[in-house]
């Protein structure tokens, strides 16, 4: 073991033990960004990259079992992510999948799908749905893989759900403009019924939402980190958790 391992591994027990988990986020969002930029930093192929970024997520979620959370949102594949060449996008779709039956065949995680399915290629859509099936009855962290997944979509697939549902109701155009409001959307979302993020992280030092989870984000708090996501190491996470349970959190006021 290196020095800096060692040093790093006693740091992060010391964060860790000094962790109110009454204080810890029920529901983190993160934004797995930095796989291109780390590969390229450390000489390697895109691919790889995106491995080494996915592989990470079983790390995560270890953590996040330790400290109690309950519910985790990864953003993995966006639908401006769908406009990439098809070189790098194939195998992005086989690692994800790869990764998803991984979550699924782990037992300890209850995996849901969130994006528009309709948007992926059959066998991806495939996966998702057999990896949401085989969780069901999982009593463990919820986690959302999402996955062709955009904030301004999920809004706009929201409305149509609503529209289509008052239609079927028989409900009236003018009874729906008077009806609506944010729960009515709310109740529509690919997170319905889920608690919204209490923290969302995104890596790679990029300060910025780029459409992950806006309505959901209301009243979020925000961690940005500098590493790339396949560098993310457990004293980072740590670090987020304590930022975040120093905070006052104003939901907005």
């Known amino acids: 073991m290196k020095l800096r391992d060692l040093v790093y591994g006693l740091y992060a027990r010391r964060v860790e033990g000094r962790l109110d988990h009454a204080q810890v986020p029920k529901h983190i969002g993160v934004i797995l960004d930095g796989n291109r930029r780390w590969a390229r930093a450390d000489g390697r192929t895109t691919e790889q990259g995106h491995q080494a970024g996915a592989d990470k997520i079983h790390e995560l979620l270890g953590w996040c079992d330790e400290t ?15 406009d990439r060449p098809p070189a790098e996008l194939k195998p992005l779709l086989g690692i ?9 065949a782990d037992g ?25 099936q085989a969780t069901l ?37 003018e009874e729906l403009a008077e009806m609506v409001d944010v729960d009515h959307i709310t109740k529509h979302l690919y997170t319905r019924g889920q608690p919204d993020p209490d923290l969302i992280i995104r890596t790679s030092g990029e300060q910025r939402l780029s459409g992950f989870m806006l309505w959901q984000s209301a009243h979020s708090e925000y ?10 190491r457990k004293v980072d996470f740590l670090r987020a958790l304590r930022d975040y ?6 939901y907005g006021y």
Request: with cysteine.
């Open 245 to 250: 349970a120093a905070r006052h959190r104003r």
């Open 108 to 132: 300890r995680w209850r995996v849901h799908h969130v994006g528009t399915l309709d948007l992926l290629p059959p066998e991806t859509q495939l996966v998702l749905k057999e990896a949401e």
């Open 223 to 232: 961690y940005f980190c500098e590493v790339f996501w396949p560098a993310f």
């Open 137 to 173: 009855g999982v009593d463990g962290i919820l986690v959302n893989v999402a996955v062709g997944y955009g904030g301004r979509q999920e809004i706009a697939d929201a409305v149509r759900s609503l529209i289509l549902e008052a239609a079927d109701n028989g409900t009236s155009f």
């Open 68 to 82: 109690d959370v309950e519910v985790v949102t990864l953003w993995m594949l966006s639908t401006d992510n769908l």
């Open 96 to 104: 994800i999948e790869n990764t998803v039956r991984g979550l699924a």
